[in-house]
């Protein structure tokens, strides 16, 4: 394992968690807006294609009985107290990092699941809920690939060293994620004809 402090993955932490965080909190006051006035016009209501009242009124919004967003509420506050600990000179256990490896994991799975509900059932874009989307994806990528090549997550050297090389490749990996995902929504919701 590493001894050096991972800072750019602490930078990176403490950023993408706080674009998380302000995406969450804006669904989150969106939500208690719906439930003061069904009838609210929301800011992030841009058209049938692109808004997010369908979401955040659906039972997709609330899949364990209370509004999704305040999972990203907490779940970010973790993400940029982590980041902001390695900055500050904190360094973790093993058991520590391979929890966050499965807390983004959860996530990201959560993420795929909600993409496919707004692609194939849903057929509406929720700006938030994409924000939410491009921040996830990008960090369960590095957290997984720092986890790997530093041999917290247990594997041979040849994966360690691969994962080292789409370290350095995050950028491009996480764009191409993207582009997979806008193809997806492009196919099934006809997207740029939409818009």
């Known amino acids: 394992m590493s001894k050096k402090p991972p800072i750019g993955l602490a930078v990176f932490l403490v950023i993408a968690g706080a674009i998380g965080f302000a995406a969450a909190c804006a669904l989150t006051l969106d939500k208690i807006a ?7 016009q929301l800011s992030c209501n841009f058209s049938v294609l692109v808004g997010c009242s369908t979401n ?14 305040l999972i990203g509420v907490a779940g970010w506050s973790v993400v940029v107290t982590i980041g902001a600990a390695i900055l500050g ?9 391979l929890g966050l490896n499965l807390g983004v994991t959860g996530a990201l799975a959560f993420v795929i699941w909600l993409m496919g509900q707004s692609f194939f059932v849903l057929d509406v874009l929720c700006p938030w809920c994409m924000v939410t989307w491009t ?25 360690r060293r691969a994962a080292a090389g789409a370290y350095s490749w995050l950028f491009v990996i996480t764009i191409a994620c993207y582009i997979v995902a806008a193809t997806i929504a492009q196919v099934q919701m006809d997207v740029l004809n939409r818009l």
């Open 135 to 159: 921040v996830t994806i990008p960090v369960f990528l590095a957290v997984t690939l720092y986890n790997l090549k530093t041999g917290i997550i247990p594997a041979p050297a040849r994966v």
């Open 89 to 97: 000179g904190a360094s973790f256990r093993r058991w520590f990092w």
């Open 56 to 69: 955040l009124g659906s039972w997709q919004g609330a899949v364990f009985g209370f509004p999704n967003p």
């Open 34 to 40: 719906l439930l003061e006035d069904p009838a609210a």
